[in-house]
Antibody, heavy 121, light 109 residues
């Protein structure tokens, strides 16, 4: 069955960096876009970033562009999110989420369980 | 930038009743690129409806989506205990690529 498992979260000081990973299984990773979506404590969902399967296209939200970098290793079925210059506003549960269909509008049919990132001194 | 406004913020109903949730866009949503998700406490969201009215795999027909243009509705018939959760609408397209509404909390009356 389809699984997405995030890791790499934790407590980090403001201004520092963190790299998240999302290991997927149960589908052909190299065919699908997989996104990062975050949710601050007690708040709603916020889309963060996506990379196309060949990484020719990378798109970011305004709130993370220039600080975060999304990448993927199709040979390892893994999606990454390198987060630099972290601030308290980045505190959230970070989910990876799979597209419903390749090449179609981006809706998310499978999600990981999330990994918590806390930015605090 | 498309802004999605969901209403009401909180909806209080009893099991067995019908819930009607609204999602209004600040601009016309092309091609009905709109989805609905349910998020239970401590869980990841689950896709319910995409393309405004298409049920995702495994979603019972108690759930239906409708609307076009700027006004979209999620209707849940015969509410069951597991339906009491937070619901989000989501738009695909434009900039940012993906936008979520702020959510509607469906609580037990």
């Amino acid at each position: 069955q389809v699984r997405l498992v995030e890791s790499g979260g934790g407590v980090v000081q403001p201004g520092r960096s963190l790299r998240l990973s999302c290991v997927v299984s149960g589908f052909t990773f190299s065919d699908y876009e997989v996104h990062w979506v975050r949710q601050a404590p007690g708040k709603g969902l916020e889309w963060v970033a996506v990379a196309s399967p060949a990484q020719t296209i990378k798109i970011y939200s305004d709130s993370v562009r220039g600080r975060f970098t999304i990448s993927r290793d199709n040979s390892k079925n893994t999606l990454y999110l390198q987060m630099n210059s972290l601030g308290p506003e980045d505190t959230a549960v970070y989910y990876c989420a799979k597209d419903l269909q390749p090449g179609a509008p981006d809706y998310f049919d499978y999600w990981g369980q999330g990994t918590m990132v806390t930015v605090s001194s | 930038e498309v802004v999605l406004t969901q209403s009401p913020g909180t909806l209080s109903l009893s099991p067995g009743e019908r819930a009607t949730l609204s999602c209004r866009a600040s601009q016309t949503i092309a091609n009905n690129y709109l989805a609905w998700y349910r998020q239970r406490p401590g869980q990841a969201p689950r896709l319910l409806i995409y393309g405004a009215s298409r049920r995702a795999t495994g979603i019972p027909d108690r759930f239906s989506g409708s609307g076009s243009g700027t006004d979209f509705t999620l209707t849940i018939n015969r509410l069951e205990p597991e339906d009491f959760a937070v619901y989000y609408c989501q738009y695909y397209g434009g900039s940012p690529l993906i936008t979520f509404g702020q959510g509607t909390r469906l609580e037990i009356k």
